[in-house]
């Protein structure tokens, strides 16, 4: 079975620039979750969808953070203004329903020089 | 507040001895708790979860309560074991949404 697809893998901005990543979970899950993964640290969730409806964001920044899942499949997150800070690798998530289990995407590694 | 801890960043042990990672967690309620592993240039991975109370690549973990721990073992290390390893907590009813440690580095030399 096809895993989750991210896309870019890398990407460095210069800070207070816009970024945007983009998820295609596996076909048929309901679930998507972005995390933010910085250097050092454990994933920490952002946002969980459930088909095209938020769940929980309450771990996302939404001063400058924003993210969607239109039609239920597919979701972007966006970043804007990014800072130093944003530097980290956003991985994204999906599961067949909220209580299966979550499979990771290979993650998108932003630098924020 | 919700949270997990793994005391050690880094693990080293020789091909063949035992191993324990170590996961603390601190939680109000009914834990599920899980080990994930990321290989190198490999994306994260369920290794197992206390629900299923299952033995996966030699590795088991037990839920003491008590202890609020949730420790890896294995008797005999591999090479192939040398891996990341995360501890985490699932809130909410969602086992995607996780409360993550900050990681285990396991080093296995041969």
């Known amino acids: 079975e096809a895993g989750v697809a991210q896309s870019p893998r890398y990407k460095i901005i210069e800070k207070r620039q816009s970024v945007a990543f983009w998820c295609n979970p596996i076909?048929?899950?309901?679930?998507l979750y972005w995390y933010q993964q910085i250097l050092g640290q454990g994933p920490k969730l952002l946002i969980q969808f459930q088909n095209n409806g938020v769940v929980d964001d309450s771990q996302l920044p939404k001063d400058r953070f924003s993210a969607e899942r239109l039609k239920g499949v597919d979701s972007t997150l966006k970043i804007q203004p990014a800072k130093l800070e944003d530097s980290a690798v956003y991985l994204c998530a999906s599961s067949l329903v909220r209580a299966a289990e979550a499979f990771f995407g290979q993650g998108t590694r932003l630098t924020v020089v | 507040a919700q949270r997990v801890t793994q005391p050690e960043k880094l693990l080293s042990v020789f091909k063949g001895a035992p191993v324990e990672l170590k996961c603390n967690y601190s939680y109000s309620g009914s834990p599920e708790l899980f080990w994930y592993v990321q290989y190198s240039r490999q994306r994260l991975q369920l290794l197992l979860r206390?629900?299923s109370r299952e033995s996966i690549k030699g590795f088991t973990a037990d839920l003491n309560k008590g202890e609020t721990s949730f420790h890896l073992k294995k008797p005999f290390a591999q090479e192939e074991d040398s891996a990341m390893y995360y501890c985490a907590l699932s809130s909410g009813g969602s086992q995607g949404n996780l409360i993550f440690g900050k990681g285990t580095k396991l080093s296995v030399k041969p």
């Open positions: 206390h629900i």
């Open positions: 076909s048929g899950h309901a679930t």
